[in-house]
């Protein structure tokens, strides 16, 4: 028994057949006539010595050879689609795509979309907000900038932000709150998202870090991160923000964070791309200008005592 392949032609007529049950959608799917896909299916079937299909009188259904080889001829064009796009996109520098989470997309890389496209006119930003972990190839992405403990394996992956915590919260609010010893008597804006990290970061790991005692099981908690600093922005209470995400807010001064003490967690910010392609140069301009947005943020940790997580138990 011979191994050779039918046309691609041919195979190209019978999966789009399968998949819509019909000739004549599976025709009009591939711009040609119910004729030529007929033709093109009865080739395979003499090619493979059985039919793949069951003529009926207003319908088709799949013989158990067309069963047999419909899942495999699906699956087979979908990932010669996806190698045909990832290929492609190697010749395409003037389309950048870029994944991470809602928080840090909204609170990080949306407020300055325009600084980039001001700096690179030549290149377009498309951003997509997901916790969830992408394959380039399929999800035809070109960078990922993930957040947790690390652990990457094949890709370009490259540290940005070791993140720490700090207590912040409107100007108002640092007035009548301004020693660590007063936030006992201060709404504490919860966190949730950081309940993965390896060691507790939360108000109570803050508070011993600093020396202080309150009472922190009280307060309205969020299990995403960016909600808990628009909570604190609106005057809600005061947040244990993270400062990656609240530095615009401190830019501007809509947040302050007013104590010494920062606690630094072992999770981390990550620059990651498939080996490669972060020679490429649209993508490595973007990760040169991460880097250097990062930098001009750095200077919210001058002059404070840092404390690690892991140091306190």
């Known amino acids: 028994m011979s191994d050779r392949l039918p046309p691609l032609t041919a195979l190209r007529a019978f999966e789009a057949a399968?998949?819509?049950?019909?000739?004549?959608?599976?025709?009009?799917e591939l711009n040609v006539t119910p004729a030529a896909l007929s033709y093109q299916i009865?080739?395979?079937?003499?090619?493979?010595?059985?039919?793949?299909?069951?003529?009926?009188?207003?319908?088709?259904?799949?013989?158990?050879?067309?069963r047999?080889?419909?899942?495999?001829?699906?699956?087979?064009?979908?990932?010669?689609?996806?190698?045909?796009?990832?290929?492609?996109?190697?010749?395409?520098?003037?389309?950048?795509?870029?994944?991470?989470?809602?928080?840090?997309t909204s609170k990080w890389l949306a407020p300055r979309m325009y600084d980039f496209a001001q700096a690179h006119k030549e290149i377009e930003l498309r951003f997509l907000a997901t916790l969830r972990i992408i394959d380039f190839d399929r999800d035809e992405v070109d960078v990922a900038i993930r957040f947790g403990l690390g652990h990457d394996k094949d890709v370009y992956s490259r540290p940005l932000i070791d993140e720490w915590m700090t207590p912040m919260m409107t100007p108002d609010m640092a007035e009548e709150f301004d020693t660590p010893e007063k936030l006992s008597k201060a709404?504490?804006?919860?966190?949730?998202?950081?309940?993965?990290?390896?060691?507790?970061?939360?108000?109570?790991?803050?508070?011993?870090?600093?020396?202080?005692?309150?009472?922190?099981?009280?307060?309205?908690?969020?299990?995403?991160?960016?909600?808990?600093?628009?909570?604190?922005m609106a005057g809600a209470g005061v947040v244990l923000g993270r400062v990656s995400l609240a530095t615009r807010a401190l830019e501007t001064g809509r947040l302050i964070a007013p104590f010494e003490v920062g606690l630094i967690s072992e999770a981390q910010f990550r620059f990651i791309c498939p080996v490669g392609n972060e020679k490429r140069p649209h993508i490595a301009a973007f990760e040169e200008w991460v880097l250097e947005e990062i930098q001009t943020s750095q200077r919210f940790a001058e002059g404070r005592r840092m404390v690690k997580a892991s140091d306190l138990l």
């Open 18 to 28: 399968a998949r819509h049950m019909s000739f004549q959608r599976a025709a009009a």
């Open 42 to 66: 009865r080739a395979l079937e003499a090619d493979l010595g059985q039919p793949v299909f069951r003529r009926l009188n207003r319908a088709v259904e799949l013989t158990q050879a067309g």
């Open 187 to 232: 709404t504490l804006i919860h966190d949730d998202s950081i309940g993965f990290f390896k060691f507790p970061t939360g108000w109570e790991a803050w508070c011993k870090a600093a020396g202080i005692v309150a009472d922190t099981a009280h307060g309205p908690r969020f299990s995403q991160a960016d909600h808990a600093i628009d909570a604190a």
């Open 68 to 104: 047999c080889l419909a899942p495999g001829a699906t699956d087979a064009f979908a990932a010669l689609s996806a190698a045909w796009r990832s290929t492609k996109r190697l010749t395409d520098s003037g389309v950048l795509t870029v994944t991470a989470g809602p928080a840090f």
